[in-house]
């Protein structure tokens, strides 16, 4: 056989056993540029003067600015792939044959900014990834009017990626609380200060997935008259292994709080500058104070994450495409889906049930749960049983010429839950663990000798971190406030409606005018809502230093006074409450290729509208409709042209100017299309509830817009409420 092509038969003169191999390389290496906001001279001139040694270490991790606060720079990422498959047919008899097929891929590469993490350069990841298929096929016809395929595959995809290249350990930066939970990713802390871009390593790995999938398939068809049936059933098993070495090295975030809550602010006006038309205000908060000073309003770490999660799948089908008459085809048929939840397997997972005590981990704060607990399944939510689609649709030849045809359908289709549901039992007590605390230091973030109790309770050293089992008394109060993620008790399969109707007409030789309208209904779609949102409690301070202790579920809660007021942090609830509609007209006009000369205008009027765009929205937690708007992929104008036109001379490419000059084409692909929509939130907690996502208040009068192309980035005039508390 030729390199990369099918080879003759095996049996010479027999046609019954073919192969086919194959293989791919591909090598990259490409320029990356980013802007990141840093400390002036000015500022870092500051800082080293009058910072502690651990500030001084960190700030000597990020390149000084090109120019003012900014700072440019270009750095190389690469990508190495290695691609080969292999396939293998064979007929057994005229009616019976099969294939395998064995597909594996390679890569390699590297990231000089990260994944989740800085803009700036000398935080970068490595990484791999490997593909793996095998598909085994078997046909069978049993007579001229039923056939029947076999099929099983396995899919395999595995990766172990952002590595952090930075090994820069927090004692080599000369602090002393940090101990990373995961030894081998040891690096720098991540440094969130607002008004300037993160840095450090990022929070989000090492991370790694080797998930697997092993399908059976089964499909008959069978035609009767003028009816062609086709029924079958399917079964997938699925697992993952996960690696997920979440805020290994720790995250400290900056606000500008702690200046305010402790008087503390010398050098301000330096590291901050203030507005010369009001100088006699008040200092606004500046968190470039409180990075020079050491002193968080936050810090948060995680336990490195090692589970496994298995799924199963079972499916079933029935189709019928009737014929009634020559130029009329009717389409009718019924799925059936039955998606188990994703389970972990060792039921290392837990949830919210306000006012339940478990009896699995007896000295749970009250409210958090277990599988094994009184209703709680493996999966924390209950198996969605009732997924019927049914689907219908019909194909009419109006005129009978095969010139006109009107053509629609319906269908209701379900979604298979996404495992990136299951990433917040990464940091599920006590399988998992996320300390963090509020008003705390930079060299001892967790046991905060400096200030004590005032924000919240130190907390000793946890890490390395020792899993627990189901009867262990484990001390939860040792972990300080605690944070959840959790699946809804009511959580469902996400499904859509949807529907098309379609006129197509060849109004002349060549030429085809398509006039379709195609909308979609989504029900039950994944969003996020904060479940345990803070409220104004008089006789607080009702700022950001005691949100945790103003939060709804920690108000009589029996162990408050041993978490200092504060049991629970955020509650986000993954619910399946959004839903969302599409509607669009599509008009496409295209011409076959004839004469040299190709072309297709595709234009697309639509409009999408939710309330919540993706699992990691995060809609109101008190009125979720307040949400609704439009979809953040909405476009409500699209029209993309592709052409091919061959170029007229030499044609027949005779002769020496023909072999050079002729045969070219000039193709192309136009698209214009109007932008997406924004939201404006503020990156603050003023509505005082720490649920985040705030909008501000419009308060009337003209919006302005400007083109950053042309204008200079434009912070104020936007008309909207700066000071109102509570939204």
Known sequence: PRFGEGGPAVYSGKDR???FFSYLGFRRRQGESQTATVPSQAQRNIINAIAPVEVRNLLALIPPANSGNS????????LDRDQFSIRGDHRFSDKNSMFVTFFNEDQVFTNPFAFGGSTIPGFGTTGDLRFTNIIASDFHTFSARSVNEFRFSWHQRDTLSVIPVNRTTPGDLGIEGIVPDDSAALGPPRIDIIGFSNFGNTIQGPQGRDDNTFQFVDNISHNRGNHHFKFGGEYRNYYQNQTFDFINSGFYQFTGDMGDIFGIGGGIDVLCPRDPQHLNDPPPPCPLSDFTFGLPIQYVQNSAGRPRYETQSYNAFIQDDWKIRRNLTLNLGVRYELDKPLVDSQ????TFRAGQQSTVFPTAPLGIVFPGDAGITRSTYQTDKNNFGPRVGFAWDVLGNAKLSLRAGYGLYYDTVISETTLQFLTAPPFAIQPFTVCTTISNPLTNPE??????????????FTPAQPGDPFNFVQLG?????????????????QYNLNLQWEFAKNYLLEVGYVGTMGINLLTRREFNPATIIP????????????RIFNQGHPLADEFNGAVFSSITNQ???????????????SKRFSDGFYFQNAYTWSHCIDNSSGLRSNTRFNNPRADRGNCEQDIRHRNVLSYIYELPFYKSQNGFAGKVFGGWQISGVTVLQTGTPFNITDPTDRSLTGAGSDRPDFLGGEVEFFDPATRPTKTDHLGLAAAAPLY
Do not use: W
């Open 17 to 19: 056993t073919f192969f």
């Open 71 to 78: 700072l440019f720079s270009v750095a190389g990422n690469s």
């Open 347 to 350: 039921d290392r997972v837990n």
């Open 451 to 464: 200030f004590g109790d005032i924000c919240s309770p130190s907390i000793p050293q946890l890490f390395p």
């Open 481 to 497: 406030t605690i944070s959840m993620t959790i699946n809804d008790p009511d959580f469902k399969t996400p499904y859509s409606h």
């Open 539 to 550: 006789g607080f301070d009702n700022n950001a230093g005691d949100t945790d202790a103003r």
């Open 575 to 589: 619910e399946t409450s959004a839903n969302s509609n599409y509607n669009s007209l599509q008009v496409t006009l």
